[in-house]
């Protein structure tokens, strides 16, 4: 773990020395769990949502898309539940004075004893070597079955607690459990309280009677609300998607994740509008969806899990998370859940306004149920990212950090390197690069060594680097170098676009 955890910080200060990722307000020393996106790190995600909104909207027929506002009619969030029910258990502690969310330090309980069961059986495992039965040891060995025993009490406690929002139950579960504070190991906790995670501000000057608005915690309202606009005018016929990508901001209890959790971040969701019946179709259907697209950018499906959600939501009949494993662990990168027609029916019940579709197919009017797909675009670069951070020992004995990013996803697929400043070839080294620069992003560096600005471009993952030195302006050739290889061929100039859109295709 202590690996794992020294490669999060390594990544994370090759992110801000790259340009990739900044703490917001640095110089007044950051905002808690907010951050900025540099030069590099702004054309990676956009990289990440154009390829997320073309594999949505552009290969599917039925799917379109919209960008609504982030601020909206507050009964939006009266019917949508957010106002009542979006919020998390917070409890403090009183010597150390911080903050946590209580449910959590309960899972971070039961996860010790998980890691308990799992060295149990891995030890047996050991021991019995091929004849080992996993399923007959964890049903009779006693230590195995009085910890799973331990661990289905703990969750039932923990869960029925917050579905009764019986907050003093919960702070009773911690006093029991003896939980301290991870951090001064102090048992002094207040009580269990709900805090509402959304943000919430003023709109309108207070002498006209301002009205109270807030930040929208997710973007898949703003599909809802549009749905009926959205299906009129361009004829939609169910089944049909809307995606939309855009902030959504949330009061996070506990945000000291990097980008995993932020205050402010990303969403790219699609609402798919389906016939009541068909959803648990849809539901597989967008679930294979996901993963293939996940897969499509060459990261391995070893890195990806699918947990499927035991307790659904109120509103839910079928939920489950993709999962990723970042350095901090297998955690969720994205959530697909069929909701049913819950909001579509709360939207109709709160604004009064029929959001029914007629079928004509089978002659029906009805409230349509969703299945919707979400993802953090942050979270999906922080996997990206931390997937490609790869340190090389290289035959000569030395050192690089190279960024094995998708080559389609790059921030820039082309570096352009005159070999000396002098001589004509910065010249005909801008005049090569103007020929592509208008079909993929290009760097031109004439300052340092070759050797240098090669690792530069490792750093930042760039696929291709090419260097201008005399013989091109004899004959017209370059030396091209690919960043996993470091291969470096001559080819012709006119070679070098076909050569490298080749590398940037993707098959989805
Ligand atoms: P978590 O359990 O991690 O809080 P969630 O279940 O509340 O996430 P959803 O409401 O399903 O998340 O949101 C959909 C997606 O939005 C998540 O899968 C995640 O990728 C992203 N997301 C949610 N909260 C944050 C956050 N605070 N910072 C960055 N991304 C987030």
């Not at 309960?106 to 060295?119: A, F, G, Q, R």
């Not at 996993?484 to 012709?492: A, F, G, K, L, V």
Request: proline share 4%; hydrophobic share 35%; glycine share 4%.
């Amino acid at each position: 773990m202590a690996k794992q955890e020294d490669l999060f910080k390594k990544i994370i200060a090759h992110a801000k020395e790259y340009g990739f990722v900044f703490p917001s307000s640095e110089i007044y020393d950051g905002l808690s769990a907010v951050y900025d996106y540099g030069p590099n790190g702004v054309e990676l995600k956009k990289n990440i949502r154009d390829f997320w909104w073309k594999s949505m909207v552009q290969m599917h027929e039925n799917i379109v898309g919209i960008d609504a506002a982030i601020f909206m009619h507050p009964t939006v969030w009266k019917a949508s539940g957010h106002v009542d029910a979006f919020s998390d258990p917070l409890i403090d502690n009183k010597d150390s004075k911080k903050r946590y969310r209580a449910d959590v330090l309960v899972e971070d309980y039961l996860s010790k004893i998980e890691t308990k069961i799992n060295k149990e059986i891995a030890k047996a495992r050991k021991r019995f070597g091929d004849s080992f039965d996993e399923k007959q040891f964890r049903e009779t060995n006693p230590r195995v079955v009085a910890n799973i025993a331990k661990s289905e009490e703990i969750k039932e406690r923990l869960y029925s607690s917050l579905e009764k929002e019986d907050m003093a139950a919960v702070k009773q579960l911690i006093e029991d459990l003896e939980i301290a504070d991870p951090v001064s190991g102090s048992k002094n906790w207040t009580d269990v309280r709900q805090f509402n995670l959304m943000f919430n501000t003023q709109m309108g000057s207070t002498s006209d009677g301002a009205m109270e608005i807030f930040l929208r915690p997710e973007t898949a309202q703003g599909i809802f609300v549009n749905y009926l606009n959205v299906q009129k005018t361009g004829r939609m016929k169910i089944p049909f998607g809307i995606a939309q990508t855009g902030k959504a901001f949330r009061n996070e209890i506990v945000a000291r994740q990097f980008i995993f959790r932020m205050r402010e971040f990303e969403q790219m969701e699609m609402q798919f509008f389906v016939r009541p019946g068909t959803e648990m179709k849809w539901f597989s259907y967008w679930k294979e969806q996901r993963l293939k697209w996940h897969l499509s950018t060459g990261i391995p499906e070893e890195k990806y899990r699918f947990h499927d959600h035991e307790k659904l939501a109120h509103y839910a009949n079928a939920a489950t998370d993709i999962e990723f494993e970042f350095p901090i662990g297998f955690k969720e990168l994205e959530g697909i859940h069929s909701r049913t027609n819950f909001d579509l029916s709360a939207h109709e019940k709160f604004s009064g306004k029929k959001l029914r579709y007629f079928d004509s197919e089978i002659n029906e009017s009805y409230v349509p149920n969703v299945v919707e797909t979400s993802i953090g675009l942050d979270r999906m670069f922080l996997a990206v990212l931390s997937h490609s951070y790869t340190e090389e020992k290289l035959n000569d004995g030395s050192e690089r950090v190279v960024m094995k990013l998708p080559p389609f996803l790059a921030p820039t697929k082309l570096a352009v390197f005159p070999l000396t400043k002098k001589d004509g070839l910065p010249e005909k080294a801008r005049e090569i690069m103007d020929k592509v620069k208008m079909d993929f992003m290009c760097f031109y560096e004439e300052k340092d060594t070759i050797g240098k600005r090669y690792r530069r471009h490792d750093a930042i993952g760039t696929p291709y680097c090419i260097t201008i030195d005399h013989q091109t302006l004899q004959d017209n050739t370059v030396t091209i170098r690919e960043r996993d290889t470091m291969e470096q061929i001559r080819i012709p100039v006119n070679k070098i676009h076909d050569i490298v859109s080749e590398r940037l295709k993707v098959v989805y």
